[in-house]
């Protein structure tokens, strides 16, 4: 397995998880919160949002950073953009593409006429 697929596999694992997608909606809104900051947010003990964080962490969605003795988590979207380029785009230019092309049936059948 390459290693582009097993990275697409954390993904894919980390955002089937509610709770993830909730710690990665709390950084979109406000990046680089401790996990202090994120379990007031969260309806979970520390030991389970510290779990949830570290599959980010591995799936890449979430980085780290030690700013002193603070431990901040900041979003990475950038593996979310690589599954959106493999997995939606392609399925979107063709639907795209459909929609397109009935745009100019319907505006042909009525010479561009409403």
């Known amino acids: 397995m ?8 954390r993904v894919f694992k980390a955002l089937a998880d ?3 997608r909730k710690v990665l909606d709390l950084l979109y809104a406000e990046n680089g919160q401790t996990l202090t900051a994120l379990c007031e947010q969260l309806d979970m ?5 510290t779990q949830h ?3 980010l962490i591995s799936a ?3 980085s780290v950073v030690w700013k002193g003795r603070e431990k901040l988590h900041f979003i990475n979207p950038v593996p979310i ?7 939606v785009r392609k399925f979107e230019k063709n639907r795209l593409g ?17």
Not at 45 to 49: F, M
Request: net charge negative; no cysteine; proline share 0%.
């Open 2 to 9: 390459s290693k582009e697929i097993e990275g697409a596999d």
């Open 60 to 62: 890449n969605l979430v």
């Open 45 to 49: 003990q520390r030991q389970s949002a």
């Open 18 to 20: 509610t709770s993830r």
């Open 98 to 114: 459909f929609l397109y092309d009935l745009k100019v049936q319907l505006e042909g059948e009525n010479d561009g006429k409403k």
């Open 81 to 87: 953009h690589e599954v959106y380029e493999r997995w």
């Open 53 to 55: 964080i570290e599959i």
